[in-house]
């Protein structure tokens, strides 16, 4: 039992807001609880994911009256309605996320949680928490409203910045006798914020030196992240590459901004990034970071990061400038909008063709590309996200969970389009999977919504199964079972000696009496030979639908770089006949 | 390397704010070694003036989070000596017999601090001056016997400018 019941309100995806219903007269006063529901329908958010409880009953009590106006789609837990406020708006390009997950990602969500009486705070009342203080480090910025006169302005500008600047999760803690009291409501056309001014235009003098330099050095590259999603950059980066002719890398949160299966894809970059994005990074003289950040997951070893080249980095938070890496030309601004400078401003001849560069990246992606040796009898990983792109043409939106299965998605599916992955990159939050798809999956009705899980992270969160039958979703939730916590038994293996330590779970539940149970369909293979027929019967029955992939247990993922290693000590598969890699020390 | 840094914090004079501020150093394990809070000339702003230790990078990381707070309008490091600081301390030390007080009046006029109580054995002096200044007063007291001291942190501005539209510009305390 927790004390913050919170609906987790999103923004509807469509490009109009809905016009309030005026069912009261203007000047009639309403109740607190009334009138964050009319804002919600001013800003366009008409779906909550939500929990009622004792303190948010006003508002639940205010939602029966507007049944038609507001779908609520009522989680089995909490930690699901903000997932799936994530997965609603990361697949839609409007306000959503998770808490914590919602900030390191930049995912744009409003949450709402009630909280016991005013007069009660401080008083170590019934399901009184500090929630405020407990969300202050992962939230973009909250509010605890105090009296009704401020509900209306708190909530037009929480939507405002969850979207802006480095988009984020935004929480309001609404108390019961404040969503109670009333008075006359009137919704403010314009936020007044005079410390908060994100900037969203590059310097222009900024961008002119690094389109230069992207015109004049050979060995160039663009490593691009979750911000060219998140401003849907998407053509304009396809746009800027193709007329530099130059190499694209993206990040884990980045997958899908550019083609997969362009020729100037280099595929992901990072720990687990194929040897040639990951050594273009080693070697390049120019490196054209956009909307990413340099996390430890990609630079590696930092004292070994990128030694001889220039850096370029365009980031809409000036705090992620310079932080982990020293930058040549830092441009602070919104990943769409510089890019489109950029363009503006490049020079009216023939795309540098970078001929030795060029030459370097093929020879690389023929002597490594990215590979697995199929074992025994065993149904490979690797080979059921194949069978998947086969299955679903590729064209799915995919959320994943985190661990194994996570990167091995991303190593093997190729995601063609912006806003078609959903995943876990900055906290690498296991459960996040089940109820991000589920709400990319009422955000898309239309659309095929597949999970990729794995046997740990489908048990955080299973309990959603229940909520996305409720609600008729159209989900096809895919478990690759390996019968153990894969990742942490691979870095048991490579670096603890094989020491396992609990990354067996010992029991595990039937997968298929369980979808059936929650009243799904449930399916299985254990052969290689029986995937694709149970990938293709799954991705064609209507509905919920779970499969259980049995896959081999022992495999790894590769390429890897050890954790605090540098980008040219990648790691590639050993041979069939060679034991694993030296185990070393962990940094 | 672990400098001393002086950083002045503009915010607009809201609840949970400072807290807000305070969280980003506690959140990396950074000690804040003193801490001056209070309105501007504009009531709707107060301003923080903190002192912290830490390399000169890592600051910087923590001064561009404090600028990223949707309600700091601005943060100036104000270490080196274009800024003035002041530090108010209050002691009171034993001066019973009559050398002791004799030794207590020179040290007062020496240092410019003033006598603001004082009983038949003991007298409180109260003292403004810099950080490093205060440690040396307090040193000058040591032998008389200090029975009780209390230091406000120190705060910061900017030393006046000879440009003065430099100097008329600031509406807030020293804030474009």
């Known amino acids: ?587 | 390397m672990k400098g001393r840094h002086v950083l002045s914090v503009l915010v607009e004079n809201r609840f949970g704010e400072l807290a807000r501020v305070v969280g980003l150093f506690a959140g990396r394990g950074f000690n804040i070694d003193a801490l001056a809070v209070n309105v501007t000339t504009d009531p709707a702003y107060s301003k923080i003036v903190l002192t912290t230790r830490g390399s000169d990078a890592i600051v910087e990381q923590i001064v561009k989070q404090l600028r990223k707070l949707v309600r700091v309008k601005k943060v100036v490091e104000m270490t080196d000596d274009r800024y003035i600081e002041r530090e108010l301390c209050v002691v009171t030390v034993q001066a019973g017999g009559p050398n002791a007080r004799q030794e207590l009046e020179r040290v007062v006029s020496l240092t410019g601090s003033r006598v603001i109580a004082y009983s038949q054995t003991a007298f409180t002096v109260e003292a403004t001056a810099t950080s490093q200044e205060i440690d040396q007063f307090l040193e000058l007291l040591r032998p008389l016997g200090i029975r009780d001291m209390v230091r406000s942190a120190p705060i910061a501005i900017a030393r006046p400018s000879t440009d003065s539209a430099a100097e008329s510009a600031p509406p807030l305390g020293g804030v474009a």
Not at chain 1, 188 to 208: A, E, F, I, N, W
Not at chain 1, 209 to 214: G, I
Request: hydrophobic letters at 40%; charged letters at 20%.
């Open chain 1, 1 to 587: 039992m927790s004390s913050a019941r919170a609906p987790v309100l999103v923004e509807q995806p469509k490009s109009e807001p809905v016009p309030a219903p005026a069912p009261v007269a203007p000047a009639e006063p309403m109740r607190g609880a009334r009138i964050l529901l009319e804002c919600l329908l001013k800003e366009g958010a008409d779906t909550i994911f939500g929990y009622p409880g004792g303190a948010i009953l006003h508002v639940y009590d205010e939602l029966a009256k507007m049944k038609g106006q507001i779908r609520h789609v009522l989680v089995r837990h909490e930690q699901g309605a903000v997932h799936a406020a994530e997965g609603f708006a990361r697949s839609t390009g409007k306000v959503g996320v998770a808490i914590a997950n919602a900030y390191m990602d930049s995912t744009p969500i409003v949450v709402i949680s009630g909280q016991v009486a005013t007069n009660l705070i401080g008083n170590d009342a019934f399901q009184e928490a500090d929630v405020v203080g407990i969300t202050r480090p992962c939230t973009k910025y909250n509010y605890l409203v105090r009296d009704v006169n401020e509900l209306a302005t708190i909530v037009k500008e929480a939507f405002y910045l969850a979207r802006s600047g480095r988009p984020g999760p935004v929480l309001i803690d609404l108390p019961k006798d404040v969503s109670a009291h009333t008075c006359v409501f009137s919704y403010p056309s314009r936020v007044d914020l005079p410390s908060y001014k994100p900037s969203t235009r590059g310097h222009p003098m900024q961008v002119r030196r690094a389109v230069e330099l992207m015109s004049k050095t050979e060995k160039a590259v663009l490593y691009v992240g979750g911000g060219v999603v998140a401003s849907n950059g998407n053509d304009e980066l396809l746009a800027l590459a193709e007329r530099l002719n130059m190499p694209v890398t993206p990040t884990l949160m980045g997958l899908g901004c550019f083609p997969s299966g362009h020729k100037l894809c280099l595929g992901m970059l990072g720990m687990h990034g194929t040897y040639t994005a990951n050594m273009s990074m080693a070697k390049a003289d120019l490196i054209v970071s956009i909307g990413a950040r340099f996390d430890d997951r990609v630079t590696g070893k930092l004292d070994s990061f990128a030694k001889q080249a220039m850096i370029v980095h365009v980031d809409v938070d000036p705090a992620s400038v310079n932080k982990n890496v020293k930058v040549d030309v830092p441009i602070v601004g919104d990943a769409k909008t510089v890019l489109r400078q950029m363009i503006d401003v490049l020079p009216n001849e023939p795309a540098p063709a970078r001929d030795g560069w060029w030459k370097t990246l093929h020879d690389w992606q023929e002597h490594y590309p990215l590979s697995y040796r199929q074992k025994a009898q065993a149904i490979m990983p690797q080979a059921l996200m194949q069978a998947l792109t086969k299955v679903t043409k590729g064209e799915a939106v995919c959320a994943t969970d985190v661990g194994q299965h996570q990167m091995w998605a991303a190593q093997y599916y190729p995601v063609k389009h912006g806003r078609s992955w959903l995943t876990s990159g900055g906290l690498g939050t296991m459960g996040y999977g089940l109820p991000a798809a589920m709400g990319a999956a009422v955000a898309n009705p239309d659309r095929t919504v597949m999970l990729i899980t794995g046997d740990g992270s489908f048990q955080m969160t299973l309990q959603e199964l229940a909520t996305c039958v409720a609600e008729n979703l159209n989900l096809k939730v895919v478990i690759m079972n390996n019968g153990c916590l894969g990742m942490v038994r691979q870095w048991q293996e490579l670096f603890y000696s094989r020491r396992y330590s609990e990354v067996g779970m010992r029991y595990f539940p039937d997968f298929v009496k369980l979808a059936e149970a929650y009243g799904a369909k449930g399916l299985r293979a254990t052969k290689p030979e029986e995937l694709l027929s149970v990938l293709e019967e799954g991705f064609a029955t209507p509905g919920v639908v779970v499969m259980d992939v049995i896959v081999s247990e022992e495999e790894n993922v590769y390429p890897m770089i050890p954790a605090g290693a540098a980008h040219y000590e990648i790691v590639m598969e050993p041979e069939a006949d060679k034991e694993p890699p030296e185990p070393r020390d962990l940094a």
